[in-house]
């Protein structure tokens, strides 16, 4: 059986390249230099008619995943939106300031989130015992977790993550991203994983007075038709 590939975007030109180059699965965020915010409602209209299934990225701000009662709030009504879009599930986190998870409020996005897939992001990453983490992932009902191993990339993480991919025992998906390419591919799905998590993307510069007013960075990543089929090949 083939890794499940899941492209994440956070463009119109985006989402369509990695449709076009044949991925699996979208996560759909905005503000992918950042870690991934919320997607807008623009995009996530798009998104729901592009025929693959998509998950989005709740998370209303940069930074921690440490919410006040307000960004609760909001990330509760996100997800309400997203259902009334037809999107297929949601990527959550949650933390206390030392990384544990934050299951008191995990559990008010999972009952908000009931009927949809499931995912808990890099918040899991942040935690000093990932191997606890994942079990409270399991009994809150999540399906899938999006981890780097603990490390800043999922290659550097590889031997955490196997270890999560044994302890989950088919229980819950264990699915590796940050800087996953064609180059670690081979040796990520020797992890004995089932899915993987990339951008697929590649650095395009930006010129002009966007930048010099302050309305761009002067690099930009962009997801690429090709850059998906080749990781779909590497998977092979």
Avoid at 85 to 95: E, R, Y
Avoid at 184 to 202: D, T, V
Wanted: a negative charge; hydrophobic letters at 50%; one cysteine or more.
């Amino acid at each position: 059986m083939g890794v499940t590939l899941e492209v994440c975007v956070d463009t119109a030109e985006g989402l369509a390249q990695a449709v076009a180059g044949g991925a699996d699965r979208i996560e759909l965020c905005a503000a992918l230099a950042l870690g991934g915010l919320t997607p807008p409602a623009g995009l996530i209209q798009l998104a729901a008619g592009c025929g693959v299934p998509v998950v989005a990225m709740i998370r209303p701000r940069a930074g921690d995943f440490v919410w006040s009662e307000a960004e609760v709030d909001m990330m509760e009504t996100e997800i309400a939106a997203m259902r009334a879009a037809g999107l297929h599930g949601v990527v959550l986190g949650a933390s206390h300031p030392d990384g544990r998870l934050d299951l008191d409020v995990l559990r008010r996005l999972v009952a908000a989130s009931a009927g949809m897939e499931l995912v808990l992001h890099r918040a899991i990453d942040l935690t000093a015992d990932m191997g606890a983490a994942l079990e409270e992932a399991v009994t809150l009902g999540f399906h899938r977790i999006l981890t780097s191993g603990g490390e800043v990339t999922a290659e550097a993480g590889a031997a955490r993550i196997a270890a999560l991919v044994t302890q989950a025992a088919g229980r819950i998906t264990v699915m590796p991203g940050s800087g996953v390419n064609p180059g670690n591919a081979a040796a990520l799905k020797g992890l004995g994983i089932s899915e993987i998590h990339a951008s697929c993307s590649a650095q395009t510069p930006v010129t002009g007075r966007a930048v010099e007013m302050g309305f761009a960075p002067p690099v930009q990543r962009q997801t690429h038709a090709d850059a998906v089929r080749a990781l779909k090949t590497a998977l092979e």
